[in-house]
């Protein structure tokens, strides 16, 4: 069993829709993270928060926005997204005490079809 | 800027060979960690090694063994014997230092199939 659990599992949606992603970590970290993993590219770091407190928004655009009410959970909330938007989106959390070096664990990702 | 290169796209072997996946790297820090995960077709990333950089000892856990080398700026990931269930897409990554939560930055990924 997975310490980072996302839901759902796999989502489509038209470009109009307002959804949300949801990520919860059970391994008691205070980092967490949103990636992107489109075909062809490598892993697109979006945004890092540490405890609760977003770190880095990596020129996400606007239409993504990030919600972390506290360090076990983390929220991806879907506006008027584009085609180009459709891919495996990864969450991972990890211990860190500011010096790195901790290995993130990942959840098995939300699977995102836009229409 | 930090950057990681996996030249190899895919690989494809006969199972029980031997398979050697390549990571290049590149960084202006002195300090800094290096990072194999492994991400089969369920979709969530394994960890699997982390290396900093004031070690350069190879390491072997099983069928699975790391070669870093400073000189050369690689971190190569070879598995002896492989079997089918290491078929896979294979990520090397380098922390980059951040305050507070580390920031990770991927290659492309090398997609290996291990063919029975």
């Known amino acids: 069993e997975t310490g980072v659990t996302q839901t759902p599992r796999h989502l489509v949606m038209g470009m109009t829709n307002k959804k949300s992603l949801k990520c919860e970590q059970h391994?008691?970290?205070?980092?967490m993270y949103w990636y992107k993993q489109s075909a062809k590219k490598p892993l697109e770091l979006m945004f890092v928060?540490?405890?609760?407190?977003?770190?880095e928004n990596n020129s996400v655009p606007s239409r993504f926005s990030p919600e972390c009410p506290n360090s076990s959970h983390l929220f991806l909330h879907l506006h008027t997204l584009q085609p180009e938007d459709s891919a495996l989106y990864l969450c991972?959390?990890?211990?860190?005490?500011?010096?790195?070096?901790?290995?993130?664990?990942f959840g098995d990702g939300t699977r995102l079809s836009i229409l | 800027a930090q950057k990681v290169t996996q030249a190899q796209t895919e690989i494809s072997v006969v199972e029980k060979e031997d398979v050697t996946l390549d990571c290049v790297y590149e960084?202006?820090?002195?300090?800094?960690?290096l990072f194999w995960y492994k991400q089969p077709p369920s979709g969530e990333l394994v960890f699997l090694i982390r290396?900093?950089?004031?070690?350069?000892q190879n390491e072997i856990s099983g069928r699975y063994s790391w070669n870093f080398q400073k000189s050369t700026s690689s971190f190569n990931f070879t598995i002896t014997a492989s079997q089918v269930v290491d078929s896979a897409v294979y990520f090397c990554?380098?922390?980059?230092?951040?305050?507070?939560?580390?920031?990770?930055?991927f290659g492309q990924g090398t997609r290996l199939t291990i063919n029975p």
């Open positions: 991972a959390s990890s211990q860190d005490g500011g010096q790195g070096g901790r290995p993130q664990h």
């Open positions: 391994l008691g970290h205070n980092a």
């Open positions: 928060y540490n405890f609760k407190e977003q770190t």
């Open positions: 960084t202006r820090d002195t300090t800094y960690y």
């Open positions: 290396r900093n950089s004031f070690d350069e």
């Open positions: 990554a380098l922390s980059e230092p951040s305050q507070g939560a580390q920031k990770l930055v």
